[in-house]
C-alpha cells in the first residue's frame, strides 16, 4: 500500500524504527514527537540489542543507518550471575554470547541510547514534528486526525500511538489498559570510574543474586558503571521516591552490609546527581480489540519491567512486523487486524517474563535462592546446557 499515509505519535526507539521501514516502502510518514529539539528525549542507560532486534532494526533502517548502528554499538560483551561476594554462579564471555562469525544480524549487542537514538533520527528530518504534544485523535472517513496542544492537527490513513508507557493514544483507544504497581522498587545510578573497579564489575554486565533479600544488576557503557538495586517496595521507607542522591546511596549500602567490598566501591563512588529510586510497573494484560486505523507499538502497549532486558527488543519487533503488514495487506484494517494479533500474543509473553523476573528479584526465599543458585552452578558445569543459555540470553 505504497500510496497509505501514516501519523506516528512519538519519536521513541519503537517509533522511529517504524518510520524508517515505512519511508523504505514509499509509504508518506509523520513522526510527532512532544519535545523541542531533536537532543531533548536522547537521555537513559544503555540498550542490550538481541538478535531479534538487530534483525528488527537492519529490516526498517537504511542502508547507511544501519551502519551508523554498527559504528556505535559494541559486542554483547560478557554475561555474568555473581554472589554477593563477587564470585561466579555462572558466566559467559563474549565468545559463548557472539558464536563467532555469526551474520551481524544474529548477534547481540550494547550500545548507548543516544548513539542509537542519533542512528535513528539520520534521515528524517522531512518526517521529524517536534514539539507536538498529542492531545486526541478523531476518525472519519477512513481517515484519522491527530490533534495537537498548540492547535494544529495531522490527517492520515493510519494513526500509530508510539507514545510511550503513559500513552495518550492508548488511554483513548483502550481506556481500560493500565500500567500496573509491581511492588518492586529499583534505586538505580552510575558510577563515573568503572576502571578503578573490581574486574569482574568493569568488563561485563551481571546479576548479582545475594542468599537474601534484593537483587543487583551491573553493567559498563563508556567508561561508566551502572546499577540498580531491586527489593520489594514495602521494604524500603514509604517516603524513599523522594530521597536525594547521597540518601539513597547510604540506605543502598546499608542493605548489602555483608556484601564485598567490590560492590561497595560500585555504589559510594557513583554520582549522587545519577542516583534515582523508582516503581517498577508493567502493563495489564490486555484482550483484542475490534480494529481501527489507530494502533499501538512498544511500551504504549505492553510496558515491562527492565528485569528481562526486552523492552526495546520487542518494540523493534513490533516495528518490523507493522512495516510488514501494511506494506503486504490489501487494506490498513486487515495489516492492523494481524499485526495486533501477533504483537498482543509475543508481546505479552515478554511482559510476563519480565514480570515474572522482577518478583523474582524481591521475593524469593532463602531456600528458593539457594536452589536457584545451585542450578546456575549446575549450568555452568554442563556444556550443552550452558551453551543453550548463552545462546538464549535477552532472546
Avoid at 31 to 55: K, N
Avoid at 226 to 231: H, Q
Amino acid at each position: 500500500m505504497t500510496n497509505l499515509s501514516v501519523t506516528i505519535i512519538g519519536g521513541g526507539i519503537g517509533g522511529l524504527a517504524l518510520a524508517h521501514g515505512l519511508r523504505r516502502a514509499g509509504v508518506r510518514v509523520g513522526v510527532y514527537e512532544r519535545t523541542h529539539e531533536r537532543t531533548d528525549w536522547l537521555q537513559g542507560y544503555r540498550i542490550h540489542i538481541s538478535p531479534a532486534g538487530a534483525h528488527a532494526l537492519h529490516d526498517c533502517l537504511p542502508p547507511p543507518n544501519w551502519q551508523e548502528f554498527l559504528a556505535a554499538a559494541t559486542s554483547g560483551g560478557g554475561f555474568g550471575f555473581l554472589t554477593d561476594r563477587a564470585t561466579a554462579l555462572l558466566a559467559f564471555d563474549e565468545s559463548e554470547i557472539n558464536r563467532p562469525g555469526a551474520p551481524e544480524t544474529d548477534r547481540h549487542y550494547g550500545i548507548g541510547r543516544i548513539p542509537l537514538r542519533a542512528a535513528l533520527l539520520s534521515g528524517l528530518d522531512d518526517s521529524l514534528r517536534l514539539g507536538k504534544t498529542f492531545i486526541r485523535y478523531e476518525s472519519a472517513d477512513d481517515r484519522v486526525t491527530a490533534h495537537f496542544a498548540d492547535g494544529t492537527t495531522a490527517t492520515a490513513d493510519v494513526l500509530i500511538g508510539a507514545d510511550g508507557a503513559n500513552s495518550a493514544v492508548r488511554a483513548q483507544l483502550l481506556p481500560h489498559a493500565h500500567r500496573v504497581d509491581t511492588g518492586v522498587l529499583t534505586i538505580a545510578g552510575r558510577n563515573p570510574h568503572a576502571a578503578a573497579l573490581a574486574p569482574v564489575l568493569s568488563a561485563r554486565a551481571n546479576i548479582v543474586i545475594p542468599r537474601s533479600r534484593g537483587s543487583l544488576f551491573t553493567a559498563v557503557e563508556s567508561g561508566q558503571a551502572i546499577w540498580g538495586y531491586s527489593d520489594a517496595a514495602t521494604r524500603f521507607p514509604i517516603d524513599v521516591t523522594g530521597y536525594d542522591g547521597p540518601a539513597l546511596r547510604t540506605l543502598v549500602r546499608s542493605r548489602i552490609g555483608s556484601w564485598s567490598p567490590a560492590f561497595h566501591a560500585l555504589i559510594q563512588e557513583s554520582d549522587p546527581a545519577t542516583i534515582n529510586a523508582f516503581n517498577v510497573k508493567s502493563a495489564s494484560p490486555v484482550t483484542p480489540w475490534p480494529t481501527t486505523r489507530v494502533t499501538l507499538l512498544g511500551d504504549a502497549i505492553h510496558n515491562m519491567t527492565p528485569m528481562a532486558g526486552i523492552g526495546a527488543n520487542t518494540a523493534l519487533r513490533d516495528a518490523a512486523l507493522l512495516t510488514r503488514e501494511l506494506t503486504a495487506a490489501a487494506t490498513p484494517i486487515a495489516a492492523l487486524h494481524r499485526y495486533e494479533a501477533a504483537m498482543l500474543d509475543y508481546g505479552f509473553q515478554a511482559v510476563r517474563r519480565s514480570l515474572r523476573n522482577a518478583r523474582q528479584s524481591a521475593t524469593s526465599s532463602y531456600l528458593g535462592r539457594a536452589a536457584f543458585r545451585s542450578t546456575l552452578r549446575a549450568t555452568a558445569a554442563i556444556p550443552p546446557i550452558r551453551h543453550a543459555m548463552a545462546r538464549a540470553l535477552g532472546r
